[in-house]
């Protein structure tokens, strides 16, 4: 009986997944892996919401290969060594495994194939998996091997023909394998109100937005105080929700839908920049020459929602409580860190690491570096200025009055200026910085 593996990594789902989906194929009986990797474990100790966020996706995704006659099969370990001795249990012939862009996948499939080769075991991965289109089938005619610019890479990306999104597997036949009890986390302190789920929960998500929501999006999606984004973000970091299915999903006839699908394709395009440069995740893309500021205090004071500054701190403080926020809070929040105070980009990012559910290198440092003009932005010099992006993004307060209290009395008026208030609160600080508009 032909034995296959399929790995799962950042594709935690049963539908549309083509590793899956190949392995079940080519085996008459397929072993379902997840391994607890020990090197990322310890990396994302640091990152609570995020392993929450994780066992929740594993738990729906064994009730998922359950409800297809098979199971997750977990162990705890070097994920290369756990692969090769589960591989010698089952007999296996060939191990599936999606595709992925970041350093460390890299030296993960080279250290795997190096590995099975010595056994006779094959290794295959499979691309359009983790984004919607793969960053081999789109390269630009000047000779880089990358598109250093959004604008042309999204009028390529529009054109490559989409593959049609897979159906779950049939039937799912384990070998004999043990498992480790699933994973739960649940010491894990983070934030307080974060969401989790996985395949299921996401597609009844995805479903409800494409349904409603989605034709809005884009004349709403930057109202702060609406919550007017899909929040399928996390369910895409970890690969509950195919990227792939979504965009051939999304009617991008409609305004809405293509607003939408632009920002599918922003992610795709820091994953095929992360792909070429892997040292832009903790280097200058581009070299400016930027002197930051060494500001402890000014740092605390940022990550505490305590800036003075309404808009920015009901940004870190829902960040705090939910472990994510919307894209516009998070473009203010950051730019006032770099642009504002002068700090280090990678200090922002490393905060947003620890406590955003969706964070991953591709899409957090990247959009960190095009805040901070380090990055593939051809305007290097925007600011995004504080009190400017709250009466335009939150006219009313509504964002600021959800997250910060002691603001909720504050007449409309003076709400991004409570320094202006006749009765200002004692308890909210005043302005770290001065800036325009005051």
Same mark, same amino acid.
């Given at each position: ?11 935690? &789902? ?65 994920? !290369? ?9 089952? $007999? ?26 010595? *056994? ?6 499979? *691309? ?8 081999? =089938? ?23 023909? @989409? ?72 369910? @895409? ?7 792939? =299915? ?20 922003? *992610? ?37 929602? &305590? ?14 409580? =939910? ?17 504002? @105070? ?50 335009? $993004? ?22 991004? &200026? ?13 302005? @770290?910085?001065? !800036?325009?508009?005051?």
């Amino acid at each position: 009986m032909c034995v296959t593996i399929a790995l799962f990594t950042r594709d935690l &789902r049963v539908h549309d997944n083509p590793m899956l989906a190949a392995a079940c194929s080519e085996g008459a009986a397929v072993v379902p892996l997840f391994v607890v990797d020990d090197e990322l474990i310890e990396r994302t100790a640091a990152a609570p919401n995020r392993m929450r966020f994780l066992a929740a996706a594993l738990a729906e995704l064994d009730e998922a290969l359950r409800a297809h006659g098979g199971r997750l099969v977990v162990r705890h370990g070097d994920v !290369v060594d756990v692969v090769d001795e589960v591989a010698a249990e089952a $007999h296996a012939e060939s191990v599936h495994i999606a595709a992925d862009v970041t350093p460390y996948s890299g030296r993960r499939e080279r250290r795997l194939r190096e590995r099975l080769e010595a *056994r006779n075991c094959l290794l295959h991965t499979h *691309r359009s998996s983790i984004t919607a289109v793969d960053r081999a =089938e789109l390269s630009p005619g000047t000779g880089r091997d990358h598109f250093a610019v959004f604008t042309p890479y999204y009028k390529r990306w529009h054109d490559v023909p @989409l593959r049609k999104p897979l159906r779950a597997p049939h039937e799912v036949v384990v070998p004999r394998v043990h498992s480790d009890p699933l994973p739960d986390f649940a010491d894990s302190e983070g934030s307080p109100e974060l969401r989790v789920g996985g395949e299921a929960t996401g597609r009844k998500l995805l479903n409800r937005w494409l349904s409603g929501s989605i034709e809005e999006y884009d004349t709403r999606n930057d109202e702060l105080g609406a919550d007017a984004t899909s929040r399928l973000s996390p369910y @895409l970091h970890f690969g509950c929700l195919s990227a792939t =299915e979504i965009l051939s999903r999304a009617d991008t006839a409609k305004p809405g839908a293509e607003a939408f699908v632009r920002q599918l394709a922003w *992610r795709d395009f820091y994953h095929q920049v992360l792909s070429a440069r892997p040292d832009a995740g903790w280097h200058d893309y581009r070299q400016r020459n930027v002197r930051w500021r060494d500001d402890p205090k000014a740092v605390a004071a940022w990550c505490e929602g &305590r800036t003075g500054y309404p808009v920015v701190d009901a940004g870190l403080r829902q960040l705090r409580a =939910e472990g994510w926020m919307p894209n516009r809070a998070r473009l203010i929040t950051a730019s006032f860190l770099v642009k504002s @105070l002068g700090v280090d980009w990678r200090v922002g990012a490393r905060h947003f690491l620890h406590w955003l559910v969706d964070a991953d290198v591709a899409n957090n440092q990247l959009n960190w570096q095009w805040v901070a003009g380090t990055g593939t932005d051809t305007r290097p010099n925007r600011v995004l200025n504080p009190i400017l992006q709250a009466q335009r $993004h939150d006219p009313e307060g509504a964002y600021v009055r959800r997250w910060i209290p002691e603001l909720a009395d504050v007449p409309d008026d003076t709400v991004h &200026r409570p320094w202006r208030a006749p009765l200002a609160s004692s308890s909210y600080p005043p302005p @770290l910085i001065e !800036v325009k508009g005051m």
